[in-house]
């Protein structure tokens, strides 16, 4: 037998109050383990496993050598002689920029300029987009702001959030991906059928162009910040998961615009730091202190969340939260880590 038992370094764990997760964000599963495994895997990775195993009684190792199989079997840990040949990953989040990504909201009531919006907030470089559209707007509207966004260099991704209209047949939405290559997610609101649209071959790569038809009425941003694993808001990733460790797992490099034209950390948080309307650019916003202190809030300050075990893979959310606190739990979160269920 080898002297080592390690995790792949693709394999990251996390330890909650009552259970542990493994997360291999390479193959995109989470694996659930008890908190003694999660002990025992720490101590393995520095001392030879039999010597760690000597250390317990006879059914506690035979308990151990069966998860110890297990985490082979599923190619999340492996038997060594050479672990310093397998240095763990870099965990380290280097973004030369303050923004990556942005909210704007808007709706019928909305007078602030959405493409000036676009041009000051491009200028940040950041690279993915996201419109929310609480009224019904003309294709040609749409169609302008599918335009802007398709041709500013500096964006990367969008997404849309929009009121259905008698235009936007399968076949019509079902192009749009083909036309517009950065729609990453298009979700159609108030839509006679809840449906997915099937990407066509040509759209058919990592994450991009969905196309989603939903019944739901979307009326404001008070649809935002529910956290549950079938909410999308669970991301197990490699990136999500070393950047939930000491940033905002939403709010970190974000910039919102309310439907006022106020500029946010998103636009359903209190803080406001001006209007798109008045300002010729947004670095002295993006680089203060009070603007980033929002995204630099990691779960392990948040009450409940830093014992949760799921808290380097869920969103997090800071304008919804327990009885308002600043670092009060996600209030639309109903995982309850201490019985490990979702209420
Ligand atoms: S902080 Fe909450 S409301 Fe704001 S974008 Fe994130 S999840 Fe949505
Ligand atoms: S309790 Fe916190 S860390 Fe756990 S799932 Fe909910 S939001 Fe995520």
């Not at 990691?298 to 409940?304: E, P, S």
């Not at 799921?310 to 327990?322: L, V």
Request: hydrophobic content about 30%.
């Amino acid at each position: 037998m080898q002297d080592y038992f390690i995790l792949f370094s693709s394999s990251l764990k996390t330890k909650g109050v009552n259970r542990s997760l493994i997360t291999d964000v390479q193959r995109n599963h989470i694996f659930t383990i008890s908190n003694d495994l999660y002990d025992f895997l720490e101590t393995c990775e520095n001392r030879p496993v039999q010597d760690v195993l000597s250390e317990y009684d006879q059914e506690s190792q035979e308990i151990l050598t069966e998860n110890m199989n297990f985490l082979k079997n599923n190619e999340l840990a492996f038997f060594t002689n050479n672990p310093s040949k397998f240095p763990k990953i870099d965990k380290s989040i280097n973004s030369p920029y303050s923004i990556d990504n942005c909210i704007i909201d808007y709706n019928e009531t909305s007078d602030y300029s959405i493409l000036n919006a676009i041009n000051l907030i491009s200028y940040t470089n950041c690279k993915h987009f996201q419109f929310r559209f609480f009224s019904r707007f003309s294709q040609e509207f749409i169609t302008d702001i599918l335009l802007k966004t398709e041709k500013n260099d500096h964006i990367e991704t969008v997404e849309y959030i929009i009121h259905y209209d008698s235009y936007m047949s399968f076949k019509y939405l079902e192009m749009l991906p083909l036309m517009f290559p950065k729609i990453r997610n298009l979700v159609v609101y108030s839509s006679p059928d809840n449906k997915v649209i099937r990407r066509t071959s040509e759209v058919e790569r990592s994450n991009m162009g969905n196309i989603c038809m939903i019944s739901d009425i979307i009326k404001d941003d008070s649809h935002c910040g529910v956290i549950n694993p079938f909410y999308a808001t669970f991301n197990r990733s490699l990136e999500k998961h070393n950047s939930a460790v000491d940033f905002n797992s939403c709010l970190n490099r974000k910039i919102g615009v309310d439907i006022n034209g106020s500029i946010k950390n998103c636009p359903s948080t209190k803080e406001v730091y001006g209007n798109i309307s008045n300002i010729k650019d947004l670095d002295s916003i993006v680089s203060s202190r009070e603007f980033k202190s929002m995204g630099e809030i990691g779960k392990a300050n948040i009450k409940v969340c830093k014992v949760c075990e799921f808290r380097d893979i869920c969103s997090d959310c800071r304008a919804y939260t327990t009885d308002n606190e600043r670092l009060g739990k996600p209030e639309k979160c109903n995982y309850d880590p201490f019985k490990n269920v979702w209420n």
